[in-house]
Every structure is written in structure tokens, then in C-alpha cells.
């Protein structure tokens, strides 16, 4: 059975205080199409707890799967004992994850560990796969010639209109669609705001808001050939 990293953020707040955290959808419904097929870890900056975001707790309070992620004992076993970043070993894993939220822009494109664990895993040729705010965790992220990852490479991520439609621009030190084409990648949309999306491009896997989470999660159960 293959093993899935699920990196999540520590960030508590973004620019303006504002709460932040991991985004609910984004991790409970690739979580739940991927746990019957692999062995799933949980890891974060500052390991266990990493902070879930309220307003997508309060939004998707009626999602199926998102009550069942919050009540499942499993689930919270896994959020309490998350490891520290510094603690996981690239080798012992087949993919690695990122849930969005806007937290992940805060502290994971900066965080050293993470750059270097995400390059790890990117340069073995494994699924290196993110969704709406989770791109940001990797845009520090490089191959094996010392490049960004999404040079060159067709990718999405949470859109500079997503954005401002939900007014966030004030929060967030950069916007993803923005920093994705300043490295060189080729950034792609939905045709309508929050309409799921996702793009396979070799090893990088991206998916562009919420509703493109469980196609991702479909995505990367395809690319583990499970």
C-alpha cells in the first residue's frame, strides 16, 4: 500500500489578523478518496494541531464529508500527533499533499524544511500535488536543475478573481495566479469562478479552488495507478 503525505499549515492568522488555517473541503475529500488505498500521514511546520479554518468549518457544516472528518477518531488522532516537518523523511512516502486555506500562503512558501522536503519529493518523480491555496507551499520548490518546479510546467491554483471576489487580496503577501506565471508557469482557469479544476503536468498536480478537491484527490489515486 502506498504512503501520502497531507502537509498542512501552522499559519494562525494571515496579513490583516485575519483567522487562517487549512482549509476543511481540501483535505476531507481527497483524504476520504485516497485512506481506503494508502497509508496516510499527517505533518505540519510546528507538527501536531495544525489550526482548521473556521470559516470553512462554519461554510461546509453541512458537507458530508467534512462532518465526518471533524468526528472521525482517526482523523483526530492523526491532526493531534502530526509530525513536524523537520521529523519526515521524503523516502518513506509515494506523494505528498498540500490542503489550501489561506494559511499555507503564510508560512509554508518561506519555510526552508518544507522547500526542501517538497524538492525531495518532486526531484524522485513523485506526485507532487496541491490544491487552491496549497500551489503557495511549493512555489519555493525547485528540480533537479536548481528551477522552479511550475517553470514552464501547465498549472492552476486559486485564481487572482477567486480572490478578490471574496475579498482577500489584503491578506495574502502575494496572489497565487500572479506568482505562479512570475515563475514561468502556465497558469490555468476555470471558465467560471469556483468551477473545479485540476492539471496534471509529469509529477505536478494542481488543482484550482474547493470544489476542485476531491477530482484532485481522483487525480493522484490515477497517478498512483491504485
Avoid: R
Avoid at 505533518?43 to 470559516?55: I, K, L, M, T
Amino acid at each position: 500500500m502506498p504512503s501520502i503525505l497531507f502537509v498542512f499549515t501552522s499559519a494562525e492568522t494571515t496579513l490583516t489578523g485575519a483567522q487562517a488555517g487549512w482549509y476543511l473541503p481540501e483535505a476531507a475529500h481527497p483524504y476520504y478518496i485516497l485512506a481506503p488505498h494508502a497509508t496516510i500521514d499527517f505533518a505540519s511546520p510546528a507538527g501536531p494541531n495544525p489550526p482548521v479554518s473556521e470559516h470553512s468549518v462554519k461554510l461546509f457544516e453541512s458537507d458530508p464529508e467534512c462532518i465526518k472528518f471533524l468526528a472521525d477518531e482517526t482523523v483526530k488522532s492523526k491532526l493531534a500527533s502530526a509530525k513536524k516537518l523537520s521529523e519526515i523523511n521524503s523516502k518513506d512516502y509515494d506523494a505528498v499533499f498540500y490542503p489550501g486555506g489561506h494559511g499555507p500562503v503564510m508560512d509554508l512558501p518561506v519555510d526552508p524544511i518544507n522547500i526542501k522536503l517538497a524538492s525531495e519529493f518532486y526531484q524522485a518523480g513523485k506526485i507532487t500535488a496541491a490544491v487552491c491555496h496549497g500551489p503557495a507551499a511549493i512555489t519555493g520548490v525547485i528540480d533537479a536543475q536548481g528551477k522552479s518546479i511550475f517553470a514552464g510546467k501547465a498549472a492552476t491554483g486559486f485564481s487572482n478573481a477567486e480572490e478578490i471576489a471574496i475579498d482577500m487580496v489584503k491578506d495574502v503577501p502575494f496572489l497565487l495566479e500572479d506568482k505562479i506565471k512570475s515563475l514561468g508557469g502556465k497558469y490555468e482557469k476555470a471558465t467560471e469562478l469556483w468551477a473545479p479544476h485540476v492539471i496534471v503536468d509529469g509529477n505536478l498536480y494542481t488543482g484550482q479552488n474547493p470544489a476542485s478537491a476531491s477530482p484532485i484527490g481522483q487525480a493522484i489515486l490515477k497517478g498512483l495507478k491504485l
